[in-house]
């Protein structure tokens, strides 16, 4: 398995390590409830460096873009995030990632960490001679700090030179006497930054938040604290909620398609979208005690109508919450259902999403 350039902080750090997706990377360091809670109310830092991040240069990269991501490449100013889709031809999804406009023509994709050799392979396929794709995963590092007290702990890193950050947009800054790349991105749900750096510069760049953040609650965080959260917000996960057997319109992701373009998938999307999604992408919330796993059975009246994809006891409404593809009819909120949960069928309702709603 992979590891990341701070595998053995990790392991100084007394962390639980899981394999991902490939990877080696901390699941907790303590009790993932605590971490959750930390990120909710102060603020959690995690090593997210197993994402994939691919450069994108050249003359033709925008055009190359343009043709394979969901999203309009040239609406994209310099120095703004865009979330989208890489589709295949019957409009599955190959991944689902950010792009980032750094300008003079240059582009950097973060991947699913399954997903990276696939995408770089995906461009390399479709890209002209005068576009140049480079795998940047193990030479770079990536964090994630969020949560409320996520600014505070980043106005004392970079002291007088902070400035505020917009949503979907970034800034490099020095952090720790290092050039640290900032985006206003995360995926917890909560106010916070992603950080892209040099891989050498990782542990430096990495203590330096964790002091700065240590007078507000600061706590390292792992994968089960950041599945938590993500799965609140009704955030997919490629590889269980995606994946290239479903397509953007089953997972109700048509906001980030821009039918205005030609891409990639887009005939076959047009049909699917004319016909309807025989299936879509559902949360729901358990009516009584449990917490549903992947891969359990969805019923409605006897009948198995889908599958469980994400599954957790939500610390915030203290239910067991998932999210599942149902035959499309029983995709509506407020549809009575049950799901599969250790050998029991455990009476569930679908709702809307998020599941957590800010106050």
């Not at 050249?58 to 969901?70: E, N």
């Not at 990782?202 to 507000?216: L, R, T």
């Not at 499309?328 to 957590?356: N, T």
């Amino acid at each position: 398995m992979k590891q990341t350039t701070l595998h053995q902080k990790h392991l100084r750090l007394k962390a639980k390590m899981t394999e991902f997706q490939g990877w080696l990377v901390p699941l907790r360091y303590d009790e993932a409830q605590d971490e959750y809670h930390a990120v909710r109310s102060a603020a959690g830092l995690f090593d997210v460096s197993y994402l994939g991040r691919l450069e994108v240069n050249g003359a033709g990269a925008a055009t190359l873009l343009q043709k394979v991501f969901t999203r309009n490449i040239l609406k994209i100013p310099d120095n703004t995030v865009q979330y989208g889709l890489f589709c295949d031809e019957s409009g599955h999804v190959l991944d689902d990632g950010l792009v980032f406009h750094v300008g003079n023509g240059r582009y950097v994709i973060t991947t699913n960490a399954v997903s990276t050799e696939k995408i770089l392979l995906w461009l390399g396929n479709n890209a002209t001679p005068d576009v140049n794709v480079a795998d940047k995963t193990q030479t770079t590092a990536q964090f994630a700090l969020q949560g409320p007290q996520s600014s505070r702990i980043l106005e004392k890193l970079s002291g007088t030179s902070y400035k505020k950050i917009r949503s979907r947009t970034f800034r490099n800054m020095i952090i720790a006497d290092t050039a640290v790349l900032v985006s206003r991105t995360g995926y917890t749900g909560e106010h916070g930054y992603e950080f892209f750096l040099p891989a050498d510069r990782a542990e430096v760049v990495w203590d330096a938040v964790m002091d700065a953040g240590s007078d507000a609650g600061l706590l390292p965080s792992g994968l089960a604290c950041r599945d938590l959260l993500r799965l609140e917000m009704g955030y997919l996960r490629y590889g269980s909620d995606l994946d290239e057997t479903h397509n953007p319109l089953e997972a109700g992701l048509e906001a980030f398609i821009d039918f205005k373009k030609d891409f990639i998938g887009k005939e076959a999307l047009l049909k699917i979208g004319n016909e309807g999604p025989k299936q879509k992408l559902a949360g729901f919330i358990l009516l009584d005690k449990g917490a549903p796993k992947i891969g359990g059975s969805i019923f409605s009246e006897n009948r198995e109508i889908g599958l469980v994809t994400s599954g957790c006891l939500s610390p915030h409404l203290r239910k067991g919450i998932g999210l599942g593809y149902v035959i499309s009819r029983y995709s509506q909120a407020g549809q009575e259902i049950e799901i599969e949960v250790k050998d029991r069928e455990i009476a569930a309702k679908i709702v809307d999403l998020p599941f957590y709603k800010k106050k």
